[in-house]
C-alpha cells in the first residue's frame, strides 16, 4: 500500500489551526472579560482615591474658612458613571455606579464603599446649592467644581454649605 504525505501535511495544518482557534477563542471568552475586569476595579480605586481627595479638600476649606474659592476634582467614569443628586434640605449626593459592582457613595460627608467608610474630620454635613441640570450622569472624564458658600453651627454640630457641580 502507497502512502500520501500530502494527506499528513493537511492532517497537520488543520489540527494546528484547531488549536489557535482553541486558544483564540479561550482568549475572547476568558481573558477579555478578565482585564476588563481588572481595569474597572482599577477605576473604582482610582474614584475612591478621588472621592477620598474631595473629602480633604472639602474639610481643609472649611476649617480654614476660605469662602469662594473653587476648587476641582477629576474623575475618571470610563467604566461607571457619576451623578450628582441634591434633595430637599441642600445635601448633596456624589454618586459613582461601577460595573464591577464597587459602588461609592459621598453623602452627608459620609463617603462610603462597602465596608469602607470615611467620615469627615472636620465634623461636618455638606449641603449644596447645585442646579437640577447638574444631576445629570457624567460619563468617561468628569470634572466637578465646590466652593465653600457658608458655615453655620446647629446642636454643637458644624455645618457647611457647597456650590457643587460639573464643569
Not at 474614584?47 to 476649606?61: A, C, I, P
Not at 455606579?97 to 459602588?103: L, Q, R
Not at 452627608?108 to 446649592?129: D, F, I
Not at 467644581?145 to 457643587?164: C, H, K, P, Q
Request: aromatic letters at 10%; one cysteine or more; proline letters at 2%.
Amino acid at each position: 500500500m502507497k502512502r500520501d504525505a500530502g494527506v499528513s501535511e493537511a492532517v497537520s495544518f488543520i489540527f494546528v489551526l484547531l488549536m489557535i482557534l482553541l486558544l483564540a477563542a479561550g482568549v475572547v471568552l476568558y481573558g477579555v472579560p478578565y482585564i476588563e475586569e481588572k481595569k474597572s476595579t482599577a477605576e473604582s480605586d482610582s474614584v475612591l482615591e478621588q472621592f477620598s481627595s474631595l473629602v480633604s479638600g472639602m474639610d481643609e476649606l472649611v476649617l480654614t474658612k476660605t469662602y469662594g474659592v473653587k476648587r476641582h476634582a477629576v474623575f475618571p467614569a470610563k467604566y461607571g458613571t457619576l451623578s450628582l443628586s441634591s434633595d430637599s434640605d441642600k445635601r448633596f449626593a456624589l454618586i459613582y455606579d461601577s460595573v464591577s459592582a464597587k459602588d461609592i457613595v459621598f453623602d452627608g460627608g459620609v463617603l462610603s464603599c462597602g465596608e469602607y467608610a470615611l467620615r469627615s474630620a472636620a465634623g461636618y454635613m455638606p449641603a449644596a446649592a447645585a442646579d437640577a441640570a447638574d444631576a445629570a450622569a457624567q460619563k468617561d472624564t468628569a470634572v466637578l467644581s465646590y466652593s465653600l458658600l457658608r458655615i453655620w453651627e446647629d446642636n454643637g454640630m458644624t455645618y457647611a454649605e457647597f456650590l457643587v457641580r460639573f464643569v
